[in-house]
């Protein structure tokens, strides 16, 4: 079960003020409840755990029958932001450190595209797919994202000419709108297989739709266990009182937002977890970054980064606080061994298990941080499977709701996203864009 620690902000907070901001949290989930908020039409996310139908996880699990049957040997799943940055989290969470090297799992190999312009990423990608047995998984409401659809011509085109048309629409599932845009009309074209971006769904908040669960079922978790873990922790933050952890977390977070933290570091001390600090970014960075606010998400990896971040971090602008995932319990041992010569001094550790050490960085490195003036908060989980991970992924996407809405912005849009796209298509060319290109020329030129 997710546990939120706050005592390692108390020495910055006083308990009068956080009760405050508890009865402003309280609102907000009133308010996300309810949905009389900013954004409402993008609230189904929050109902979804309990609302995912067995059928729809049997559908993922049935690709992945089939695909075995074909003894595909790579999926590269295409899209970008929250359409990969979910199942890429939960996969190197939950996957073997070194699975392909010691030829661990059954599964296919699941790799990323879509996610970047990068010609020596894709071209370096496309010399895999052409040395395996391929399939791919294409992730886009609209079809039209300039990095996913680049990726997939790429990637369609290949598996056209190797397989022919009727085996390569067999290998190439869609996820996308129910009944509109490009990639909707391209995979009904071609006979593709479906799966459905909910309506009222947003990218960052789809982890637990088909957008994350059949990658994931694809690399051979338990998607049933993911979702189950995420149906208990929508009923545990329905819960209007302190007792929800994401009332208590995004009480805290506001509290040290406005008294002058603006930059929020999630370290975890486990590499497993480095992606989902990514996907982390994502949800809070696009949800709260506007109009201005918004508290800027950074994370680390402990303890490999105290040793390139850890002296900012203990004394450089007191501008941030840190918030540490743990994990409970590991699910492998390995233990320190005598040594008869000592030469590394470490004898004084011997039987003593790895994990224990790195509890112990962890507590030191958090009562330092706190005498350094950092405050920290501690989130909890019990281990690292596909129960836990569904409880984070909702817990988190809760938190972000309820923490926006008392930030006063709309959790749900992403209006400055586009100001890029809009000069990327100008500067490429793009029909319709030919003013905005002159204009963006001019002033290259000055």
Not at 296 to 321: C, K, N, W
């Amino acid at each position: 079960m997710i546990k939120v620690d706050l005592e390692g902000c108390r020495p910055f907070a006083a308990n009068m003020e956080y009760q405050e901001y508890v009865s402003g949290a309280k609102r907000a989930l009133m308010t996300l409840d309810s949905g009389t908020g900013a954004g409402n039409d993008f609230l189904g996310w929050n109902e979804l755990p309990s609302e995912t139908p067995k059928e729809l996880l049997d559908a993922c699990l049935e690709v992945v029958d089939s695909w075995l049957e074909k003894e595909i040997e790579l999926i590269v799943v295409a899209g970008i932001g929250g359409s990969y940055l979910g199942a890429r989290a939960a996969i190197e969470a939950l996957s073997h450190s070194f699975s392909r090297e010691m030829n661990l799992t059954a599964s296919p190999h699941v790799v990323f595209a879509g996610h970047t312009l990068s010609e020596e990423y894709m071209a370096e990608l496309m010399d895999l797919v052409y040395m395996k047995n391929t399939a791919v998984v294409v992730i886009s409401k609209s079809g039209t994202t300039t990095e996913t659809a680049v990726a997939f011509r790429l990637l369609r085109s290949h598996l056209e000419r190797q397989y022919g048309p009727e085996e390569a629409a067999s290998r190439i599932v869609a996820i996308t709108d129910a009944s509109r845009g490009a990639l909707k009309s391209l995979a009904d074209r071609n006979g593709y297989r479906t799966f459905v971006i909910p309506d009222n769904v947003g990218g960052r908040f789809s982890v637990l739709t088909p957008v994350g669960l059949l990658p994931i079922a694809l690399a051979g978790f338990d998607i049933h266990a993911m979702i189950d873990g995420a149906r208990q922790m929508q009923r545990i933050c329905d819960v209007p009182d302190e007792t929800n952890p994401a009332v208590k977390y995004a009480a805290m977070r506001n509290l040290l937002y406005n008294s002058g933290k603006k930059i929020e570091i999630l370290a975890s001390f486990n590499p497993k977890m480095s992606f989902i600090g990514e996907w982390w970014k994502q949800l809070f960075g696009e949800s709260e970054g506007k109009e201005g606010k918004g508290l800027f998400p950074a994370s680390v990896t402990f303890t490999t980064d105290l040793h390139s971040m850890g002296q900012y971090i203990q004394q450089g602008e007191r501008h941030l606080f840190e918030t540490f995932l743990k994990v409970e319990n590991s699910r492998r041992e390995e233990t320190i061994e005598h040594d008869e010569e000592n030469s590394d001094g470490l004898n004084f550790l011997e039987n003593t298990n790895l994990e224990h050490c790195n509890d112990m960085a962890q507590l030191g490195t958090r009562l330092a941080h706190i005498d350094g003036g950092v405050p920290n908060i501690t989130i909890s989980i019990d281990q690292l499977d596909e129960y836990n991970l569904g409880q984070l992924f909702y817990f988190f996407e809760k938190a972000c709701g309820l923490s926006a809405y008392m930030l006063g912005v709309n959790p749900f849009d992403q209006p400055g996203v586009e100001s890029y796209k809009k000069n990327m298509f100008a500067l490429l060319g793009k029909p319709g864009y030919e003013e905005l290109a002159e204009e963006l020329r001019r002033r290259i030129d000055e």
